[in-house]
C-alpha cells in the first residue's frame, strides 16, 4: 500500500474518463471516504492499494467496456498478476477482474471495476462477464453494493463519491460474522481479515463522522434499504450489528480491525485499541441498535 492523495485520484479519473462516461461510475472505498474527510486526513492522504469504481446502472456492462478502453487508450495497463485475460470458454468464476494501472512508471495502485445489483440480489457476489480488447474479464456485483448508489456526491472534479453513511450499512450488511477469510494483499505487513478490514472502517467512518450529520443516517439507512430491499428489508435490517457484535467479541478479529484502521483512513489520529473498542460500542448502541429496533417494529 502506499499514501495517495484523492484529490489527485479523482482528478485523473475526471480527465482520462470520458465526460459523457462519468454519470455511469463512482467511487467507493477508501479514497472515497478520505476525500469527503479530507480535512481531517493526516498527511492529506490514504494508505490504499486501490481505488474501487461501480458502474451503474444495473447490468451496463457498456460503460464498463468502454470506460476500461478508454483507459488503455490512454496508457492504462491491465494488472493481470492474479490471473491472465480469459476466452469465451472461461467460467465466469475464473475471469480476472477489470484491473487496471496507471501509466506512470512504478505505479503502486490501480483501478478496479464493480458492477451494481439488481434489486433483492440474493448471492452474496454475483459476476459478469465483460470483454474489452478481445479479453474476457469478470466485474463482480456484490448484494449490498447497491445503497451505496444512494446520495452521492458530486466532487468538483466531475467524479461521484459514495457517501460514508452509505458505505458504512454496505458493510455492516455484507458481514454478519467474522468469518475467516482474510485479504489477499497484507496491511501493513500483516493479513487481516477481510471482515474486520471493513467493519473497522465504519467505525472509521464514526470516528470522523460529523455528529450532526450522523443523527440522519437512521432515516437515510431505512430509505436504502428499503429502496434495495423492498422485500427483505425488515430482517435484513433486524441484524445489521451482528457482524460488529462478533468483531466487539473476539479479540483477534478486532486487533485485525484497530490495525487496518489506524493503518488506514485514521492513520496518525493517535486511536489505541482499548478506546477503538470504546468507539465500536458506542456506535453500535447509539446508531446501530436503534436502527435494528426500528427495522424490527416497522
Not at 53 to 68: C, D, K, S
Not at 123 to 148: C, D, I, K, L, Q
Request: glycine share 10%.
Amino acid at each position: 500500500m502506499i499514501r495517495l492523495d484523492p484529490d489527485a485520484i479523482l482528478d485523473r479519473l475526471a480527465r482520462e474518463i470520458p465526460t459523457d462516461l462519468h454519470d455511469d461510475v463512482y467511487l467507493i472505498g477508501s479514497l472515497a471516504a478520505a476525500h469527503h474527510h479530507r480535512g481531517q486526513i493526516e498527511l492529506h492522504g490514504v494508505n490504499t492499494k486501490d481505488a474501487d469504481l461501480i458502474v451503474q446502472p444495473v447490468g451496463n456492462i457498456a460503460a464498463v467496456e468502454g470506460i476500461a478502453s478508454k483507459l488503455r487508450a490512454a496508457g492504462w495497463a491491465w494488472k493481470l498478476d492474479f490471473a491472465p485475460a480469459g476466452s469465451a470458454t472461461t467460467p465466469e468464476d475464473a475471469l480476472p477482474d477489470v484491473r487496471l494501472l496507471p501509466p506512470d512508471p512504478g505505479a503502486a495502485y490501480w483501478i478496479e471495476f464493480q458492477g451494481l445489483p439488481e434489486v433483492e440480489q440474493a448471492e452474496p457476489v454475483r459476476r459478469t462477464r465483460v470483454v474489452v480488447e478481445g479479453g474476457h474479464f469478470s466485474v463482480p456485483v456484490y448484494r449490498f453494493a447497491g445503497v451505496t448508489a444512494r446520495g452521492l456526491r458530486v466532487t468538483p472534479l466531475g467524479i461521484r463519491c459514495a457517501t460514508p453513511s452509505m458505505m458504512a450499512l454496505s458493510n455492516l450488511l455484507g458481514h454478519s460474522e467474522v468469518g475467516t477469510h482474510r485479504m489477499s494483499s497484507p496491511i501493513g505487513g500483516r493479513e487481516c481479515l477481510r471482515s474486520a478490514k471493513d467493519l473497522g472502517r465504519v467505525l472509521a467512518f464514526a470516528y470522523l463522522g460529523d455528529r450532526r450529520e450522523m443523527e440522519d443516517w437512521l432515516d437515510s439507512w431505512l430509505q436504502a434499504l428499503q429502496a434495495c430491499f423492498p422485500r427483505s428489508w425488515k430482517i435484513l435490517g433486524a441484524r445489521t450489528g451482528a457482524g460488529l457484535r462478533a468483531l466487539l467479541a473476539d479479540a483477534q478479529a478486532m486487533s485485525d480491525a484497530h490495525w487496518a484502521t489506524t493503518y488506514g483512513l485514521l492513520s496518525g489520529k493517535g486511536v489505541d485499541q482499548a478506546s477503538f473498542v470504546a468507539l465500536g460500542r458506542a456506535f453500535l448502541a447509539d446508531l446501530v441498535e436503534p436502527f435494528e429496533d426500528r427495522c424490527r417494529k416497522a
